[in-house]
């Protein structure tokens, strides 16, 4: 089975198109101990509540910096964390965000589909599809989330200039057409819904099926009523990923009445009645 095989089947499993950010903040988490245990036991225990209550999201993605800034620790925690859910069935996105020389990019490869045991990542493509490449011809059913316009404010430094009179993000986005295979996807935020809608159009007009993972719903100020305009188009919504980290993982400071991994269920279910709504209007 390819990646875009499973992004269907997940969506018709766990009915739902929410990707789940699994990004461990210590100060926030309402635990105490060493940084392994406390964030072991704070996703587990959102992950017990979700399959208690049968509130699904249809991927998770941990970002591998908030794991790696607690040093070991938090590098066994990621293992483990990655772990719990893919033994629910829950494709595993690593954010990475990697992009080097073909050598480096291999090892990178190596690192987040051999160790991790992730089923997709995330790439940077300024260095050219030598940077990506080797993921894909190592591990081709994979699948590969490359940054195109991103949800932070500064993106535009760079990814809106223009270049033959289009902004670069364009210029990614037609890229990704030419690279494409089953699993070579886009990172668009949800900030910028004129540009993801551009973007998007490039894509439905290349009649090929490429996955968007867009962040930048809650916090961020994305929303998602723009998004779902946009996801609309497409001919198959199943193969795309909205994300939502800190509005789930830290539920319980809106909903303060409640247990955080209830108050986590609640937010995501929340948005998945959210998404069911905008589809039907």
């Not at 499973?6 to 309402?30: H, N, Q, R, W």
């Amino acid at each position: 089975m390819d990646y875009l095989d499973s992004l269907k089947l997940s969506y018709d499993k766990f009915k739902s198109i929410i990707c789940l950010g699994l990004d461990p903040v210590i100060e926030d988490i309402p635990l105490s101990g060493d940084p392994q245990s406390v964030i072991v036991a704070f996703y587990e225990e959102i992950l017990n509540k979700i399959l208690q209550k049968k509130v699904y999201p249809a991927a998770v993605k941990p970002n591998y910096a908030f794991y790696a800034q607690y040093g070991m620790a938090g590098i066994e925690a990621l293992l483990k964390v990655i772990g719990l859910y893919k033994n629910e069935g829950f494709p595993v996105i690593l954010d990475v965000k990697r992009g080097d020389i073909d050598k480096t990019a291999a090892a990178y490869a190596r690192e987040a589909f051999d160790f991790y045991q992730a089923d997709a990542v995330t790439l940077a493509p300024y260095m050219g599809f030598d940077s990506i490449q080797p993921f894909i011809e190592l591990f081709p059913t994979k699948g590969y989330y490359i940054l195109t316009k991103t949800s932070n404010k500064s993106s535009v430094d760079i990814q809106d200039l223009l270049l033959d009179n289009e902004p670069l993000y364009l210029h990614v986005a037609k890229k990704i057409t030419e690279w494409h295979q089953p699993g070579v996807g886009s990172v668009v935020g949800a900030t910028y819904p004129e540009q993801l809608s551009q973007i998007a159009l490039t894509y439905i007009r290349s009649g090929k099926e490429i996955p968007l993972l867009i962040p930048g719903i809650g916090a961020q100020g994305g929303s998602l009523e723009e998004v779902m305009e946009v996801l609309k188009r497409f001919s198959d919504i199943r193969i795309h990923r909205i994300n939502s980290s800190s509005g789930i993982n830290y539920a319980y400071k809106k909903f303060k009445k409640l247990h955080y991994g209830e108050a986590a269920v609640k937010a995501l279910k929340e948005l998945n009645d959210s998404i069911s709504a905008l589809l039907e209007n």
